[in-house]
């Protein structure tokens, strides 16, 4: 008998470390070229694809809170759960944590820094415990804009080794290379991305071997505007809801419900929950002296509140009742916690 309580209490502690409502693993880092890239997460000489994820995930798995940038439109983040993301009916499942703020001038609109990313999901359909399943795009509140572009594809090039960097005619000391990363897009769009005084690091992931790198996704409308009218004061406005680093963390409109999850030709993708998501920059702009918009990470949390019960704060009720304990039922009767198949789990 003795045996069998040490047993299930170690089942019971093994258990309590396999769950954890916060990302687990960063699967693949791969951002655009961005002015915060090669620093959040730094890259050093000699760091390959799978150091730089191994940075990323150290920066944003186990709730550690620490930053990676995403750079321009289409670069992403894929990273995973240690557990089943449940979709909860009538709920909002999880959410993703950028660094949005809201400005505090009164504008007509929310907005503030508001740099929304692209929010995809994958179940792990075949059980192999990696992410090469199907996505499926969280369909936010522009999915239906006419103004967003679907299957956008947009091309980076590394600038050439003898490179030589163009200042503004206007202001040379803030744009210090107007023809720093050329690109181009699949609607017969070119153009610059230009490196800051800010931001004086080259702006191509310096990881990367390949000298052009594409992406492909959808594209949001722009959503800044220039309040001052005079290049001083840029708005990045709020879009209603479905996106990452849209809303500040602890709004509700920053969660995502899985139910939004779409198939590629729009119908409902109908998921019983969630193992994989994939987050990617959703905007192509740049904002004068605040450069192109590129989405941050922060984290991510399953908002299940059966996380939000530590075990040491279970209350003991004299009837049976049936709890999730860190995404697990249980069930509770006086000082005893069962598992669902009648093993007694404390003492
Ligand atoms: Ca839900
Ligand atoms: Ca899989
Ligand atoms: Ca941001």
Known sequence: MKYLVLTAQLFFATLLMAQSP????????????????????EYEEGDDVEAMCRKAEE?????????????GWGGYVVFGFDHLIVNRPEAKDF???????????????????CEPGIVMVSYDANGNGQPDDEWYEIAGSEYTNPQTIHNYELTYYRPSED????????????????THIAWEDNQENKGYMYQLVYHKQPYYPLWIDDNTVTFKGTRLPDNYADESGNGTYYVLYAYDYGYADNHPNNNEKAQIDIDWAVKADGTPANLPGIHFVKVY?????????LGETSTEIMGAEDLDPAF????????????PVKRFINGQLYIIQGT???????LIVNK
Not at 163 to 178: E, G, M, Q, R
Not at 281 to 289: I, L
């Open 308 to 319: 939000h019960t530590a075990v040491e704060n279970v209350t003991m009720p004299s009837l």
């Open 336 to 342: 005893k916690i069962y598992t669902v198949t009648g």
């Open 281 to 289: 920059t959703g905007v192509n702009q740049q904002c004068g002296w």
């Open 22 to 41: 916060y990302i687990s693993r960063v699967w693949e880092y791969k951002p655009a070229p961005g002015q915060f890239v090669n620093i959040l997460p």
């Open 59 to 71: 920066a944003i798995a186990n709730n550690n809170k620490g930053m990676i940038t995403l750079g």
């Open 95 to 113: 959410v993703v944590l950028g660094n949005a703020f809201y400005s505090n001038q009164q504008t007509a609109k929310t907005g503030g820094s």
């Open 163 to 178: 490179h030589v960097a163009t200042p503004s005619l206007v202001n040379p000391k803030t744009f210090i290379d107007t």
